[in-house]
C-alpha cells in the first residue's frame, strides 16, 4: 500500500509558475507508476500527466504539453509537477495517484480506474 502527501499548491498570477510534489509513504513507491489528475470547478476530473516508475516514460494532456513538466525522485520517493505559463483554466484542485499495475509502473496510464493510490489534493488557482 502507498499513502500520498500532496503539497505546493497555491495562489499565482497568469504566466507564472508553481510545482507540486507528492510523497509517499513507502520505498516501494519506485515500482508504481505515477500520474497527476486535476479537477477544475463544475467539471469532471481530467487527466493531466503520467510517467513510469523508472522515469524514463512520460505523457501528457495536450492542454499542458509543452507548459508542465512531470518528475519523480525515486530516493526521495516524491513525483513533481512543474506547471509554468500557467493560464486561468488551469485553475483546479489537482491530485497525484499511484498504480499497482505492471503496464503503468512500465509505461505511465491516463486512465483514472487504474490508480488506487489517490493523494489528498491541492488547489491551484490562477488570477489573471
Known amino acids: 500500500q502507498v499513502q500520498l502527501v500532496e503539497s505546493g499548491g497555491g495562489l499565482v498570477q497568469a504566466g507564472g509558475s508553481l510545482r507540486l510534489s507528492c510523497t509517499a509513504s513507502e520505498r516501494t513507491f519506485s515500482r508504481n507508476g505515477m500520474a497527476w489528475f486535476r479537477q477544475g470547478p463544475g467539471k469532471e476530473r481530467e487527466f493531466v500527466a503520467t510517467?513510469?516508475?523508472?522515469?524514463?516514460?512520460?505523457r501528457y494532456a495536450d492542454s499542458v504539453k509543452g507548459r508542465f513538466t512531470i518528475s519523480r525522485d525515486n530516493v526521495e520517493n516524491t513525483e513533481y509537477l512543474q506547471m509554468m505559463s500557467l493560464k486561468p483554466e488551469d485553475m483546479a484542485v489537482y491530485y497525484c495517484?499511484?498504480?499497482?499495475?505492471?503496464?503503468?509502473?512500465?509505461?505511465?496510464?491516463?486512465?483514472?480506474?487504474?490508480?488506487?493510490?489517490w493523494g489528498q489534493g491541492t488547489q491551484v488557482t490562477v488570477s489573471s
Open positions: 510517467i513510469s516508475g523508472s522515469g524514463d516514460r512520460t
Open positions: 495517484a499511484a498504480s499497482s499495475t505492471y503496464y503503468c509502473s512500465a509505461y505511465g496510464c491516463s486512465d483514472q480506474s487504474q490508480y488506487l493510490y
